[in-house]
């Protein structure tokens, strides 16, 4: 059923469309690029469970909270913060600080998906040489200046050109045909890697925890990646949750959306993890694991230059449906307060992130390779004010606002809508979480990771 939007306003066709769009937002490159080597830097399974209950405990919550917003208000994330308490317009905070965010994770994932979408093709040319993609590959790629450059705009190109098509004919219809692929592709790729001899030490360090790993900087690290990864704080997922017909449920939506998000996360690092084991690799390879570990480990598979090529097309799909949302966020309030057409406004989102990225990109050679902000270079400062940061304070303003100034009765007619007369009792629950449990989890996660507290 179609939703109710005004006459200039689009938004997703049907609620299975919702659903793949908001998981194409939160499935990508976090899944199988950010994920894995984060969790592979912060001490394996410990990691990954303290992502777990972030989740759980915060990530799902918060989840709600957005699309309850975005859904009530119908507009875009910065105007729906302003106005969805009467008479408190400078909660468009929330919105500028996602907005902010958006700009700045763009800067740096655009460049991550410039090198996925080259190595696309070096794979290919790797394959029909018969030679092997290594570190000196990368190197090369990350650290050049127009090659990594091209790219980066080659993949805002795409994503502009995405959004510029709509949002039930472009956002919802690419997102509903990559993601079925791209399950399909990483789980071929975890049945090569779950076959290796070997294999099982790497799935002992994804599901054995060592405790002593778990610091109060591990669990904001955790707590920044579940924001990146369910792209929440940012104001794509209340942007999304504006375009959601009324017959959409809510809260099972978002568990369906935050379940299967983990899900991909967890065959990511399947495809990873007993591969890098089976070889002699180290799981803490950082940000280059995905482009200097995978390639040399695939190589020595029988047809490992075909799952090679097989695994950076996944990896390009999967960061599509998150640039997608990350690019409407300023584009839904160019269209509605700058009254622009959407292709223009989708174009010039794009040029904006184009020129910031040009920081990201260009600090990972000698260009701007020493320029460095409170000891930073300009891709991980961004990175580290957008998730550890922005993402965490934005969610706590988020739970604030939701549970605290907002009427309870609100809360429940939004996350009643679609189920009738009768209410399920776990939406109490879910706004017990939302009022209480999330913004204090929040906050001491934030404070021990400062080390504020111990």
Known sequence: MASKQTKTRDGFASSVGAFAATLGSAVGLGNIWKFPYLTGSNGGAAFVIAYLLSVLLVGLPILVAEHLIGRKTR??????YG?????KKYWSLIGWAGFIAAILIMAYYTDVAGWVFAYVF??????ISGTTLNSDTFNALAGGTWEPLAWQFVVLVITSSIIAAGVSRGIERVTKTLMPVLVVLLILCDIRALTLPGAFAGVEYLFKPDFSKLTGNVMLTALGLSFFKLSLGMGTMTTYGSYMPDETRIVPNAAKVALSDTIVSILAGLAIFPAVFAFGGSPAGGPGLLFNVIPLIFSKMPLGSI??????????IATIGAMVSLIEVPVSWMVEKGRMKRPAAAYLTGAMMFGLGILATLSQGPALGNAKIFGKNFFDLFDYVSSNVLLPLGGLAIAILTGWLLKKGEVVEELSKGYGTIKPRYIQLIYIFIKYVSPVLIFIIIL??????K
């Open 448 to 453: 021990n990771g400062f080390g504020v507290i």
């Open 122 to 127: 070096k794979a290919i040319g790797a394959a």
């Open 83 to 87: 106005s969805v308490v009467k008479g």
């Open 307 to 316: 799952f090679t090529v097989i695994f950076f097309i996944l990896s390009s």
């Open 75 to 80: 507009l875009n994330a910065i105007h729906a």
